[in-house]
């Protein structure tokens, strides 16, 4: 899969330390202050285009694709896919697989296949950043063997500070209160639900206005994407979602979760 070439990062270093050297030919903070910027946009450079990223397990590496372009789409789409389907032989996913997505893709180091990956996407809301946390899968070969879903997921948000430029954005999630929740619930602000700390409605909490009108948007503008089934429906109150059939991915006793990052 295409990555930034050699002359793309050349190129950036280029204009990187001709603005260094300017800042610096003013005055040495501001000199300082430009070559802040210049590293910063280096790393945006690489972890948005493929570059290589080191994991706490010596025994894979990610690579990151952040809205690849579509020669980059065609090649990620069948592998993505292909670690899906062996994943979950039944699955019958309708979403895009990879164009306009962040994907992350882990590598076994030994073999250079990829055995992982995480598929997140930015949704189209217009009042703030809205990152929807989307797929995550496995290779049946590699479950459980030092590759922790969350910690992948958490990571690939994570660099989204990068990648959207910003200092906060909003995730959304969708899945069984317990598959997968509680990480977020512990290092997200304004999280609801929160499943460490119980914030029902029932006990004096319940969504913020701000967090009802996004899950209802995502609802009604990202069906296809989240993987709802038309038939899902999206309790605004305890945001659980009801109404879809077993054969959707998607189903009863699911919840929506929105945070802030």
């Given amino acids: 899969v295409p990555c930034y070439s050699w002359l793309d990062f050349l190129t950036a270093l280029g204009v990187a330390g001709a603005i260094c050297a300017a800042g610096f030919g003013i005055g040495s903070a501001v000199g300082s202050m430009s070559l802040v910027l210049c590293l910063f946009f280096l790393a945006r450079l690489h972890v948005d285009h493929g570059g290589t990223l080191l994991m706490a397990s010596t025994r894979y590496y990610a690579r990151r694709w952040a809205f690849p372009d579509a020669k980059a789409a065609a090649q990620l789409k069948p592998i ?6 062996n994943t979950h032989a039944s699955l019958h996913d309708q979403r895009d697989w990879a164009r306009d997505k962040i994907v992350l893709l882990v590598f076994d180091r030994k073999s250079r296949l990829p055995v992982m990956f ?20 496995v290779e049946p070969s590699h479950q459980g063997q030092s590759l922790h879903l969350q910690r992948v997921k958490i990571i690939n948000t994570a660099l989204n500070f990068l990648t959207f430029l910003t200092t906060s954005f909003v995730f959304t999630d969708i899945r069984e209160p317990y598959g997968g929740m509680q990480s977020f619930s512990d290092i997200a602000t304004e999280c609801y639900p929160n499943i460490r700390f119980n914030n029902d409605k029932a006990c004096g909490g319940g969504p913020k206005p701000w967090q009802a009108d996004i899950a209802a948007f995502m609802m009604a503008n990202h069906r296809k994407d989240i993987g709802a089934s038309p038939s899902a429906v999206l309790d605004r109150d305890t945001f659980a979602v009801q109404g879809a059939g077993k054969s959707e991915e998607v189903g009863e006793g699911e919840l929506f979760q929105v945070g802030r990052a």
Avoid: P
């Avoid at 930015?122 to 989307?134: C, M, N, T």
């Fill in 118 to 137: 995480h598929l997140g996407f930015k949704a189209e809301y217009y009042q703030q950043i809205v990152f929807h946390l989307g797929l995550a899968m």
């Fill in 80 to 85: 993505l896919r292909s670690i899906g389907l």
